[in-house]
């Protein structure tokens, strides 16, 4: 054990969205003291709208953490996570109007996102990787300058392009983060959207340069799919790269994948979105220093298309219990 | 004590709004086994709003009643009570899309209601009177019917009228409410506003049937302030009237008053609103069956209207501990 004062590991997981709800949910079963480290970029949905309307910090990506690591009753959990589908609310998650109603009271988002870990009685803690106002841009290779997150998924980025993602205004790093990473035995980064979550986390200030000082076994998730005008013909090879465009060189010293092929009807119907599984030939780690591991982390369980999604496929995910126990046989190896 | 196994004081607190609050706030420093029984014809302003796009019960008395008997953090119980005042939300207190979420989630409002009670840590229960989706409606003198309370407000009623006040449909007492003020040792209504808060618990059929076999000590305490076009030239006999006109003959043994003159600056205030001292002749008592209480239940805390408010005077309060204090007098005489 790396840790100090302490009997059990100490994890950071870093992310947002359901690649990281799926980490979080699935390891706190192995590890009581988790802290999850969450982007701030997020700037659309009902997370844009209260960023506009009321001047917050985006609640979306921190909720979900939450909900993650609560250990209250599933009334409240559900209730955090309770979508409007009608009305004046529309489109917005409860839990983010709790969040934001919660850091105008308190005028601080970190009691809010505390407080509301409390109602929710979370194991572990949650903190935003900043407490800046920021905004994801990228100034693309042909010099298109493209402000907000949310106008990212249709700005069509192709692999091999030179693009260039950075915060405005440059944010610093929470010194909450700063000091979980510093002591964390175990760092997660991912799965997750790769330019709208991860990059995002890696270029805020001070986060590069702490886990490279972090004693911690470094580990980067890597997503089972692509996604078309993001990631498209990525490999895990690939996708390691960018988080190390943006994180530093040898950032990390394990990298998880999937290398299980989910059944073709699945494949089928994500093909017919543009999106394909992640390829990971042994020979794109030839040379690198991580230790790439793959292994069957699908889950078992499809979720089915529901009407009115946006994207009319069946899902496939990460089995959460077969990534906590590959990321502890990793730690304890 | 009238109570059976239990040695504290079982009480029942009838009503709704801020004379409610008053009550429950103080009271519960002296009985913490206290029944708030909620009013559920409220239909205006977030309460209505949410009624009408979302099919929801009335949330607005309710989450007041909660947060008086909240033993939880000052933060959540401001949280609560926080109303958004621009952007998508406006208008809205928070509690009331807390508590409208739940029921859409739990399926049920008085499910709704537990499970906020359990985060809010309330002592004792709240209870709306009954779960059936009314509306106040009204039968004036002239014919004329007025349906939805937030209608009432300006239909200028007169003293001495003949209107008939009834619910639409027809609603039952919840079995909850039933059984406390059948358990109870004393039972409070009001102070509250005596058309749209009180007179529609008493509407609700059971509720005077219950009351009539209720063994509790039963007080009224009647309001500090006429209201124009509501209750204006009512004396506290009359308001004393007209709640048994509904909830039945001789239904209190105590009727609780204010006798205690405001300072002038104060009454004159009020005066420029068409609101006046409700006054309390010893000649209105003579014939009545219940003892008349009057003493000085003015707070000496003037609160001053802000920038915004819709009626521009500062504002009168009854002293809840004041209040608190002479019922529990009143109980153990």
């Given amino acids: 054990m790396r840790g100090k004062n302490h009997n059990g590991i100490k994890a950071v997981v870093m992310g947002g969205g359901t690649g990281t709800f799926m980490v979080l949910s699935s390891l706190k079963h192995f590890v009581s003291d988790i802290t999850a480290i969450v982007t701030m970029a997020d700037d659309g949905g009902s997370t844009g709208v209260l960023r506009d309307e009321y001047g917050v910090l985006p609640p979306g990506d921190i909720r979900q953490s939450l909900v993650a690591l609560s250990s209250s009753s ?4 559900e209730l955090f996570n309770y979508r409007y589908s009608t009305g004046v609310f529309s489109g917005h998650a409860f839990g983010n109007l709790f969040l934001s109603a919660l850091e105008k009271i308190t005028g601080s988002f970190p009691k809010a996102v505390q407080t509301a870990g409390e109602i929710l009685q979370i194991t572990g803690n949650v903190v935003p990787v900043t407490t800046d106002d920021i905004r994801l841009s990228v100034r693309k290779e042909n010099g298109e300058v493209v402000k907000g997150q949310k106008y990212m998924i249709s700005s069509g980025f192709k692999k091999g392009e030179n693009n260039t993602f950075y915060l405005e205004p440059a944010a610093k790093i929470n010194p909450a983060a700063e000091k979980a990473i510093l002591e964390a035995d175990m760092i997660i980064l991912g799965p997750g959207n790769l330019h709208s979550s991860l990059v995002p986390i890696l270029l805020v200030a001070g986060v590069s340069e702490a886990l490279k000082r972090a004693r911690a076994k470094k580990i980067y998730i890597c997503n089972m799919m692509t996604q078309p005008g993001q990631t498209e013909l990525y490999t895990v090879a690939d996708f390691v790269d960018e988080v190390e465009k943006y994180g530093g060189k040898d950032l990390f010293d394990f990298v998880v994948f999937n290398n299980k092929k989910p059944p073709q009807e699945f494949v089928e119907a994500y093909a017919r979105q543009g999106e394909q599984l992640v390829s990971s030939d042994k ?9 790439p591991v793959g ?6 369980k499809v979720i089915q298309p529901k009407a009115g999604d946006k994207i009319p496929r069946p899902l496939i995910r990460h089995d959460g219990n077969r990534v906590a126990r590959l990321l502890m046989k990793i730690y304890f190896s």
Same sequence: chains 1, 2.
């Fill in 74 to 77: 599933e009334v409240m959990r």
């Fill in 283 to 291: 020979k794109d780690f030839e040379g690198k220093k991580y230790v």
């Fill in 295 to 300: 292994e069957n982390l699908v889950s078992s």
